[in-house]
């Protein structure tokens, strides 16, 4: 999105926004204690709270007050026009009995701690705690699995996240914002806003390492949403967008000023990707102590990714870089495009030791690099489509990257001899070892169709047999001022399947004297 339709889109949906909260604030006040709440940490208080929000809904909106103490509570429906506003040191204890959390019906019927459904003008905010309290929430639930009162697969020995209650689960809301408050210890997702739009999200924490499917912030088919100066801390993905139907998508998406550590992908659109992604843009991203890849982009379910602007990006502790992945997981339906993605000022640096990277206590204790199979060399970024369907207009300008290295032919499953058997798995679901061994130490290149890189720099702490850059079925390759450093072994850049017309701007690298070869087929 160029910068002035981009920062237009900003000021339609905060101008109103800002006027509403205005209103909000200047509204009558009701505190949840007037309605008989106690903040013992003990007594519950889900119908005195919920009093409250009925009452401020009732004469038109206001602002509910959730004072100092600790309010237990289950299941809260947020209205319209109404703002539930939590002090400092005012906190809402989720309930540790599954019994007193009610669904969202238009988000399958989900359970959730607060609730919100075609709302419009609704706000969550203060400087208070929303501590889901989940790993005694999860007792109760398995406890209840066990005994036959919830249905549940129990997948992988643990609850299906249907059943873990979201901190925040809003869906089909007009007007909404969050601001200030701090969600920790839930038991599955920890915020979902799905079918919302004119979303605005400034300032929350998240500290959400309690439990498995730990996810920071999750959008879902969202429109005109600004997330910004969020700080999250979660078990899985940071700020992950989701599109679960094929007839709309996630669309003018801005998150600008944020700060993640993550025990998946720290930035990640596309895990659910039937609809796709539009006008995404992310500024000021700072990211550190990841598992698995900084930045992942991934259309496996049939959706359109176009028009993506990821700028200003710095990354410290992480073991994937940049992942984009154009799948197929269903058969009977054609693939999506990936079309449009541009990256501008990223600098990224894997881990210097080259060890677990998040310190979270559900991430799979694996070696290094490794998907739940045998070890690996290191991975490198990867930009991969299907046979016939490539990823296309990928543009990398001043982006740096500062990788681990130590890749060894020992270890190796496959090398650049035998590109042929790195496997497609159009069916899998995108994770950054998906194909296992790859043959690249830097950028892994297949099935594409037009990739810039323009003042790309790599380098390795620790020598690396593989090349830096592989191109497999690729078109349209621009390599202008490209730098790899710190590399000792010949070839950095290997084309295989890669026409001469294809490549255009080739610069010649820091290191003159390593080879660069193009061949139509590698021996």
């Given at each position: 999105m160029p910068a002035r339709k981009h920062n237009r889109f900003i000021r339609t949906l905060l101008v109103p926004m800002a006027l509403w909260l205005v209103q909000v604030i200047n509204a009558k006040e009701f505190s949840v204690a007037e309605f008989g709440a106690m903040g013992d940490g003990e007594t519950p208080a889900t119908k005195a709270i919920q009093a409250a929000i009925d009452a401020a809904f009732a004469q038109g909106g206001g602002r509910v007050i959730v004072p100092q103490g600790n309010f237990v509570t289950g299941t809260l429906r947020l209205k319209s026009n109404v703002d539930l506003h939590l002090e400092a040191g005012g906190t809402l204890l989720g309930s540790t009995n599954w019994a007193d959390y009610e669904g969202n019906k238009r988000c399958h019927g989900w359970v959730t701690l607060l609730s919100a459904e075609n709302s419009q003008n609704i706000q969550l905010s203060g400087k208070g705690t929303i501590d889901g309290r989940g790993l005694l929430l999860i007792q109760d639930i398995k406890e209840k699995v066990q005994a036959g009162l919830i249905k549940d697969s129990f997948h992988r020995n643990r609850p299906d996240h249907e059943v873990r209650p979201p901190l925040v689960l809003f869906s089909d809301c007009d007007g909404v914002c969050i601001r200030d408050i701090t969600l920790t210890n839930g038991s599955g997702w920890t915020e979902v806003y799905k079918n919302c739009t004119n979303l605005l999200a400034d300032g929350i924490k998240v500290r959400a390492f309690s439990y498995w499917e730990n996810d920071g912030i999750d959008l879902i088919d969202c429109k005109s949403a600004i997330l910004t100066n969020l700080d999250i801390r979660s078990e899985d993905d940071g700020i992950c967008l989701k599109s679960d139907d094929r007839a709309t998508c996630c669309e003018n998406i801005s998150v600008i000023n944020c700060k993640v550590s993550s025990g998946s992908s720290a930035f990640k659109l596309g895990t659910a990707s039937f609809g796709g992604f539009k006008n995404i843009r992310v500024k000021n991203l700072s990211i550190y102590d990841t598992r698995r890849s900084a930045l992942s982009f991934f259309s496996v379910d049939?959706?359109?990714?176009?028009?993506?602007?990821?700028?200003?990006?710095?990354?410290?502790?992480?073991?994937?870089?940049?992942?984009?992945?154009?799948?197929?997981?269903?058969?009977?339906?054609?693939?999506?495009?990936?079309?449009?993605?541009?990256?501008?000022?990223?600098?990224?640096?894997?881990?210097?030791?080259?060890?677990?990277?998040?310190?979270?206590?559900?991430?799979?204790?694996?070696?290094?690099?490794?998907?739940?199979?045998?070890?690996?060399?290191?991975?490198?970024?990867?930009?991969?489509?299907?046979?016939?369907?490539?990823?296309?207009?990928?543009?990398?300008?001043?982006?740096?990257?500062?990788?681990?290295?130590?890749?060894?032919?020992?270890?190796?499953?496959?090398?650049?001899?035998?590109?042929?058997?790195?496997?497609?798995?159009?069916?899998?679901?995108?994770?950054?070892?998906?194909?296992?061994?790859?043959?690249?130490?830097?950028?892994?290149?297949?099935?594409?169709?037009?990739?810039?890189?323009?003042?790309?720099?790599?380098?390795?702490?620790?020598?690396?047999?593989?090349?830096?850059?592989?191109?497999?079925?690729?078109?349209?390759?621009?390599?202008?001022?490209?730098?790899?450093?710190?590399?000792?072994?010949?070839?950095?850049?290997?084309?295989?399947?890669?026409?001469?017309?294809?490549?255009?701007?080739?610069?010649?690298?820091?290191?003159?004297?390593?080879?660069?070869?193009?061949?139509?087929?590698?021996?």
């Open positions: 049939g959706g359109a990714i176009e028009n993506i602007d990821v700028r200003d990006v710095r990354a410290i502790n992480t073991s994937g870089s940049i992942f984009i992945r154009l799948g197929q997981r269903n058969q009977a339906a054609p693939p999506g495009t990936i079309d449009g993605i541009h990256f501008e000022n990223v600098d990224i640096q894997v881990p210097a030791d080259g060890k677990k990277t998040s310190p979270y206590v559900m991430t799979l204790d694996l070696p290094p690099q490794s998907e739940r199979g045998q070890p690996i060399n290191p991975l490198p970024s990867a930009i991969t489509g299907l046979p016939g369907h490539p990823v296309r207009n990928i543009v990398l300008d001043q982006v740096k990257i500062r990788y681990f290295g130590g890749g060894t032919e020992a270890r190796a499953f496959v090398s650049t001899a035998a590109l042929a058997t790195v496997p497609e798995k159009a069916r899998d679901y995108p994770e950054i070892g998906m194909f296992g061994e790859l043959p690249a130490s830097a950028f892994y290149v297949r099935h594409a169709d037009g990739i810039v890189f323009n003042q790309a720099s790599v380098s390795f702490l620790k020598s690396d047999f593989r090349p830096p850059f592989v191109f497999d079925d690729a078109a349209k390759i621009t390599l202008g001022q490209v730098e790899v450093r710190d590399k000792k072994e010949a070839p950095i850049v290997v084309f295989n399947d890669v026409t001469e017309d294809s490549v255009k701007n080739l610069v010649a690298p820091v290191n003159p004297d390593l080879a660069i070869k193009r061949q139509s087929s590698l021996p």
